[in-house]
């Protein structure tokens, strides 16, 4: 089944420990990216890859760091995490073969910073 | 930048039609996705226009007008699943073959028996 996979779901944790979100895709997507989800915010970018190795910022990058070693996966850390960063984050994925730009998203990931 | 506004809430009683419009503010952009997500789930695609017009899938349809800088997605036929938030989004001029996405803030559609 073709899908994006995000680890964990749910997480609470506190200000200023270290933590990393996980995201596989296995439809050998080109694209990956992150997104935060807040209310009556919709969905802005964090990050964004293009390819294996190549990233860039997307419209709120502050805080968070991106890796993409493999193409299937690309994680979200957090160095430092502090409450604002309490949030809905997707990951999602699409290619360069899309004539509908159609975006996948993973189920979601439930973070709260106290 | 780009700005896209929908409106933050509509009800609708089931078997009915209804629009969700959107407007943009943007210099260019290469077409207009909407998007559908149910409370606290992943979004999912619905319909995309590249160019101005009518895009119909089954129950849905979604209307483009550049000129008008302003796009909407028709429901019809209403069903108590279509209770959900609807996101249009457009994927900026700028952002070469990355296939970014700026999304508009949603419209939680709420559909009574």
């Known amino acids: 089944e073709a899908q994006v996979t995000q680890n964990p779901r749910y997480l609470i944790t506190v200000t200023g420990k270290k933590l990393t979100v996980t995201c596989s895709q296995n439809?050998?997507?080109?694209?990956m990216s992150w997104y935060r989800q807040d209310p009556g915010l919709g969905l802005r970018q964090i990050y964004y890859?293009?390819?294996?190795?190549?990233?860039d910022k997307g419209d709120v990058p502050e805080g968070y760091k991106v890796s993409r070693k493999e193409k299937r996966n690309f994680p979200l850390i957090l160095e430092s995490p502090s409450p604002n960063q309490t949030s809905l984050y997707f990951c999602?994925?699409?290619?360069?073969?899309?004539?509908?730009?159609?975006?996948?998203f993973g189920p979601g990931t439930r973070l709260t910073v106290l | 930048g780009q700005s896209l506004e929908q409106p933050s809430e509509v009800t609708a009683v089931e078997g009915a039609i209804v629009q969700i419009n959107c407007t943009y503010q943007?210099?260019?952009?290469?077409?207009l996705s909407w998007y559908q997500q149910h409370d606290g789930g992943a979004p999912t695609f619905l319909s995309y226009?590249?160019?101005?017009g009518l895009e119909e899938t089954g129950r849905f349809s979604s209307f483009l007008s550049r000129s008008d800088s302003y796009g909407y997605l028709l429901l019809q036929e209403l069903q108590m699943k279509d209770s959900a938030s609807y996101f249009c989004?457009?994927?900026?001029?700028?952002?070469?073959?990355?296939?970014?996405?700026?999304f508009g803030s949603g419209t939680q559609l709420t559909v009574l028996p």
């Open positions: 999602a994925s699409n290619t360069e073969g899309s004539s509908y730009n159609e975006q996948f």
């Open positions: 890859s293009m390819n294996v190795e190549v990233t």
């Open positions: 439809m050998n997507h080109e694209y």
């Open positions: 989004a457009v994927r900026p001029p700028d952002s070469g073959s990355a296939r970014q996405l700026t």
């Open positions: 226009n590249a160019l101005d």
């Open positions: 943007t210099s260019g952009f290469y077409g």
